[in-house]
C-alpha cells in the first residue's frame, strides 16, 4: 500500500524508446485501489479515462432541480409526521391525514 | 377475527384511549428492552430476525436432531393469499405467530393452539404505484416486536412497500400509529423488516436502483416521533460520524468523505440504502447494519470512493453517531451492496485472544469478520475460490486489491466477472452454531458480464445504466443453467470451509441451525432441507407448494419443536417468473440466470410448519371444530 500524492497517483505513463515520462493526468496503470491520496480516498480513473466526469463526453448533466427533489420530499415527510406525533402525544389519538388534524394552541 | 383494513382515503383517524396522551409522553427506559432480551432467549420465541440480538439464527433446541429429524411431517400450514417472494420469517411471540407477506403487506396473527382460526389481520390499502418502484419484486423481509411497557401495549411494526412504517397493537392488529419514511415519488420503498432496540424502532430504505440516497432513521416505539437519521452520504453531520469515528482504524478514513469522495452533487444521488439486516450487542451499546450500493450501477458516472456506501457501520443505537465505518467495496462497480446479514460471536482470534466478532457474508464474495468494539479487520476470507474482481484484502489497511481485468467502466464490457451483481451471498439470513464455532451460508454461484451505459437522473425513475447477462458461476452447469448455489460451513478464525454442497439454484434465503446438530434452509425450487451440520449430509427433505427465499425459525409449543418456513418464490431471482419477464438481461440479469425456475415450481405463498411425527394443535381432531352451543 503506497500513499502518494494526488499528483503522483494521477500521474500517466508514456512509454517510448525505453523513456519514462510523467504525463499528468492520465493515469499510469489500471485501477487496483492501491494508490491513495489519502485514507479512505483511494480512486483513480481507468487508463485514458478522464478524472472528472464533468466537462467530459461522460458527464451526466445532473439537473439540480432534480437532484435536490429527495431532500424536499423527506422534508415534506418530517413536517407531516411531525404534525402527527405531536398531537398523538397531546391528545393520545392519532390522525394520519394532516388536513384533519385540528388546529389550536397544542 | 377483527378485521383492520386500513383505507387513507376514507379512514383517517384512528381513535385510542385519551390516556394514551399520558403514556406518549413516558421518559423511555430499558425496561421493555430488558423483556424482550428474555423472551428472545426463550424456545418458545422467536422475537426478531436472528432470534436473538446475536443475530445468528441458532436455537439451543435437540428435540430434533440428526437422529430423528427423518421423521419430521407437517403439523400445520397457512396461505396469505398473496403469491410473490415471500422473503425473510414469521415471529413468534407468546403463544401467537405473526406473518407478513409481500405487498401489500397484510399481516396475520394466529394462535399457535388453533392455527386454523385467524385472531386478526391488518390489511393496508397502498398505491398500486408502488410496485412500479420495486426494484426487485414486491418483496417484505419481516416484522419486529416491542413488548409493551404497562401503558402503551405490545407492538408489532411493520414497513410497507409505500414507505410508510407502521405500529398495530399485537393484541388487535389495530393501526397504533402509522408515519412516512419513504416517498415513493422519488423511488424509495420500504422492503426491510424493522428492528427494536429499547424502545426504538429502526428502519432503513430501499430504492439505490433509483438513486435513492440511504438513510436510517431511529422512532420512538411509543410515539412514532423521530429520534436520529443517520445517511450513507454526504456531510459528516448528516451522515451522524462522532468526533471519534474510525479512531482505531484511521485507514479507513474518517472526516470529510462523504462529499468529498464524489463529484460534485452526485453524493445526493448516491444510494446506499440499507435494506437488509440488524445486530445489536448491549455490551457496546451499538447496532450494527450494512450500507447498499452506490448509484448508479455505471461507476463511470460518479468518480471517487464514494464514502459511506458498501460499509458496515457501528452506531450508538441512542444517538445514532457512527463510532466505526469499514468500505469493503469502495467505489462499487459491479453492485455488490453491502447490507447483508451481521453475526455476532464471541470467538478466540488466531492469536488466541477472545474477541467480540461481528461476522457479515459479503455480495462481493469476501466474508468479513471485524472486532465489532472498534471495527479492526480479523478476517477476510472468499466464500469462494471462483471470486475473481479482487485478489485479496489488504488486512492492514482493509482494502480490497482489485484484479483490473474484471473492473467494469463505459465503452468496455465487462466478461466472467464472479460474483455476479446478486453476489456469492445476499438477503438470506445465515446463522452460526456457537458450539461449534461454524457459520453455515447458504450462498449463490453466479458469474456475469456487464456493459455500462449513460443515463440522466430523473426522481423516481430507474437509475441504473448497465446491461447485464447472468449465468451459473464456474463450478455450475451454464448449458443447463443450474448449480447457481452452495450451502457451506465456514470457520471465521481459520478460513477454513469444512464442508460445501452445490445446489441447483441459489440458496437466497438463508440458514437456522440447532444444537440438535442440523441446520435447515429452504430451495428456490421448494424444498426445506436439513443437513448435518458436521458433515452436510443431507437428511431430510419436503417438497413445499412453491419455492423458498426466506429462513426457516424453530420454536417450541407445548413441549413440541417445530420447525417454521415461508413459501412463495420470487424475489430477484424469481422476478422472471412473478412478473412473466423472458428477456434474459430483464430483471437486472436474473431472468436469463434463472430461465429454468420455472420448471421446477410456481408462485405460492404462505407458511408451513413441521415437528416430529406431525404432532401439534390438531392431534386431537376436535381442536378448532365448530361447536353447535
Given at each position: 500500500m503506497k500513499w502518494t500524492s494526488l499528483i503522483s497517483s494521477a500521474a500517466g505513463l508514456s512509454v517510448a524508446a525505453g523513456l519514462t515520462l510523467f504525463t499528468a493526468p492520465v493515469a499510469m496503470a489500471a485501477y487496483d485501489g492501491t494508490h491513495c491520496k489519502a485514507p479512505g480516498n483511494c480512486w483513480e480513473p481507468q487508463p485514458g479515462y478522464p478524472e472528472q466526469g464533468i466537462g467530459s463526453k461522460y458527464d451526466p448533466h445532473h439537473d439540480p432541480k432534480e437532484l435536490a427533489k429527495q431532500q424536499e420530499a423527506e422534508d415534506q415527510m418530517d413536517e407531516r409526521n411531525a404534525k402527527r406525533v405531536r398531537y398523538f402525544k397531546s391528545w393520545g389519538q392519532f390522525i394520519y391525514d394532516v388536513n384533519k388534524i385540528p388546529s389550536g394552541p397544542k | 377475527m377483527k378485521k383492520t383494513p386500513f383505507r387513507r382515503r376514507f379512514l383517517t383517524s384512528i381513535s385510542v384511549l385519551a390516556t394514551l396522551a399520558a403514556a406518549a409522553s413516558v421518559t423511555p427506559t430499558a425496561q421493555a428492552n430488558d423483556r424482550l432480551i428474555e423472551l428472545s432467549k426463550s424456545n418458545e420465541n422467536w422475537v426478531m430476525p436472528g432470534r436473538t440480538y446475536d443475530a445468528d439464527n441458532y436455537s439451543p433446541m435437540a428435540q430434533i436432531n440428526t437422529e430423528n429429524v427423518k421423521e419430521l411431517r407437517p403439523a400445520w400450514s397457512f396461505s396469505d393469499g398473496v403469491l410473490n417472494g415471500h422473503e425473510g420469517a414469521p415471529l413468534v411471540v407468546n403463544g401467537k405467530m405473526f406473518i407478513n407477506g409481500p405487498f401489500p403487506n397484510r399481516t396475520y396473527a394466529l394462535e399457535l393452539d388453533n392455527p386454523g382460526k385467524i385472531v386478526w389481520e391488518h390489511n393496508p390499502k397502498q398505491s398500486a404505484s408502488a410496485r412500479a418502484v420495486a426494484c426487485c419484486d414486491v418483496v417484505n423481509r419481516g416484522l419486529a416486536y416491542w413488548p409493551g411497557d404497562g401503558k402503551t401495549p405490545a407492538l408489532i411494526f411493520k414497513n410497507q412497500l409505500d414507505g410508510h412504517l407502521v405500529a398495530m397493537n399485537a393484541e388487535t392488529g389495530q393501526t397504533y400509529w402509522e408515519i412516512e419514511n419513504a416517498d415513493i415519488k422519488v423511488g424509495a420503498t420500504e422492503t426491510q423488516a424493522p428492528y427494536v432496540v429499547k424502545d426504538e424502532v429502526l428502519t432503513g430504505t430501499s430504492g439505490a436502483e433509483l438513486g435513492v440516497r440511504g438513510y436510517v432513521t431511529a422512532y420512538d416505539v411509543r410515539t412514532g416521533e423521530k429520534k436520529w437519521r443517520a445517511y450513507a452520504t454526504g456531510s459528516d453531520k448528516d451522515l451522524l460520524l462522532a468526533k471519534d469515528f474510525n479512531i482505531h482504524n484511521p485507514q479507513y478514513g474518517q472526516?470529510?468523505?462523504?462529499?468529498?469522495?464524489?463529484?460534485?452533487?452526485?453524493?445526493?444521488?448516491?444510494?446506499?440504502?440499507?435494506?437488509?439486516?440488524?445486530?445489536?450487542?448491549?455490551?457496546?451499546?451499538?447496532?450494527?447494519?450494512?450500507?447498499?450500493?452506490?448509484?448508479?450501477?455505471?461507476?463511470?458516472?460518479?468518480?471517487?470512493?464514494?464514502?459511506?456506501?458498501?460499509?458496515?457501520?457501528?452506531?450508538?443505537?441512542?444517538?445514532?453517531?457512527?463510532?466505526?465505518?469499514?468500505?469493503?467495496?469502495?467505489?462499487?462497480?459491479?453492485?455488490?451492496?453491502?447490507?447483508?446479514?451481521?453475526?455476532?460471536?464471541?470467538?478466540?482470534?488466531?492469536?488466541?485472544?477472545?474477541?467480540?466478532?461481528?461476522?457479515?457474508?459479503?455480495?462481493?464474495?469476501?466474508?468479513?469478520?471485524?472486532?465489532?468494539?472498534?471495527?479492526?479487520?480479523?478476517?477476510?476470507?472468499?466464500?469462494?475460490?471462483?471470486?475473481?474482481?479482487?485478489?485479496?484484502?489488504?488486512?492492514?489497511?482493509?482494502?480490497?486489491?482489485?484484479?483490473?481485468?474484471?473492473?467494469?467502466?463505459?465503452?468496455?464490457?465487462?466478461?466472467?466477472?464472479?460474483?455476479?451483481?446478486?453476489?456469492?451471498?445476499?438477503?438470506?439470513?445465515?446463522?452460526?452454531?456457537?458450539?461449534?464455532?461454524?457459520?453455515?451460508?447458504?450462498?449463490?454461484?453466479?458469474?456475469?458480464?456487464?456493459?455500462?451505459?449513460?443515463?440522466?437522473?430523473?426522481?423516481?425513475?430507474?437509475?441504473?445504466?448497465?446491461?447485464?447477462?447472468?449465468?451459473?458461476?464456474?463450478?455450475?452447469?451454464?448449458?443447463?443453467?443450474?448449480?447457481?448455489?452452495?450451502?457451506?460451513?465456514?470457520?471465521?478464525?481459520?478460513?477454513?470451509?469444512?464442508?460445501?454442497?452445490?445446489?441447483?439454484?441459489a440458496v437466497w434465503g438463508g440458514t437456522m441451525s440447532t444444537a440438535g446438530n442440523l441446520v435447515f434452509y429452504g430451495t428456490l425450487d421448494g424444498f426445506l432441507k436439513a443437513r448435518d451440520t458436521r458433515t452436510g449430509e443431507l437428511l431430510w427433505k419436503f417438497k413445499l407448494p412453491s419455492g423458498v427465499v426466506g429462513y426457516p425459525i424453530t420454536y417450541e409449543h407445548k413441549g413440541v419443536q417445530y420447525v417454521a418456513i415461508y413459501y412463495g418464490v420470487g424475489g430477484w431471482p424469481g422476478v422472471g417468473m412473478v412478473f412473466d419477464l423472458e428477456d434474459p438481461s430483464a430483471g437486472l440479469g436474473a431472468v436469463g440466470a434463472f430461465k429454468n425456475l420455472q420448471r421446477y415450481t410456481k408462485q405460492g405463498g404462505g407458511v408451513f410448519v413441521f415437528s416430529l411425527g406431525g404432532h401439534g394443535p390438531y392431534d386431537d381432531p376436535k381442536v378448532g371444530e365448530y361447536d353447535v352451543n
Open positions: - | 472526516a470529510n468523505l462523504g462529499q468529498t469522495t464524489w463529484e460534485g452533487d452526485e453524493w445526493k444521488i448516491g444510494g446506499g440504502t440499507n435494506w437488509g439486516w440488524y445486530a445489536f450487542d448491549p455490551g457496546t451499546n451499538l447496532v450494527y447494519f450494512g450500507t447498499g450500493n452506490p448509484a448508479p450501477w455505471n461507476a463511470t458516472m460518479r468518480p471517487g470512493d464514494n464514502k459511506w456506501t458498501m460499509t458496515i457501520f457501528g452506531r450508538d443505537v441512542d444517538t445514532g453517531e457512527a463510532k466505526f465505518g469499514y468500505q469493503k467495496t469502495p467505489h462499487d462497480e459491479w453492485d455488490y451492496a453491502g447490507v447483508d446479514v451481521m453475526m455476532l460471536s464471541e470467538q478466540k482470534d488466531s492469536t488466541g485472544k477472545l474477541r467480540k466478532l461481528l461476522t457479515h457474508p459479503d455480495r462481493n464474495g469476501i466474508i468479513y469478520t471485524v472486532d465489532r468494539e472498534n471495527g479492526d479487520l480479523v478476517s477476510a476470507h472468499k466464500i469462494d475460490d471462483t471470486v475473481n474482481w479482487v485478489k485479496h484484502v489488504d488486512m492492514k489497511t482493509g482494502i480490497p486489491i482489485r484484479d483490473p481485468e474484471y473492473a467494469t467502466y463505459m465503452d468496455h464490457k465487462g466478461r466472467d466477472i464472479c460474483p455476479a451483481a446478486m453476489g456469492y451471498h445476499n438477503q438470506g439470513f445465515d446463522s452460526y452454531d456457537p458450539q461449534k464455532q461454524i457459520f453455515l451460508l447458504g450462498a449463490n454461484h453466479i458469474c456475469m458480464d456487464w456493459e455500462p451505459f449513460m443515463l440522466p437522473y430523473r426522481a423516481g425513475q430507474f437509475f441504473v445504466g448497465a446491461t447485464l447477462s447472468m449465468y451459473p458461476g464456474p463450478k455450475g452447469n451454464r448449458q443447463a443453467a443450474e448449480g447457481l448455489g452452495q450451502i457451506k460451513a465456514y470457520n471465521a478464525i481459520t478460513g477454513e470451509i469444512k464442508w460445501d454442497k452445490m445446489e441447483r439454484f
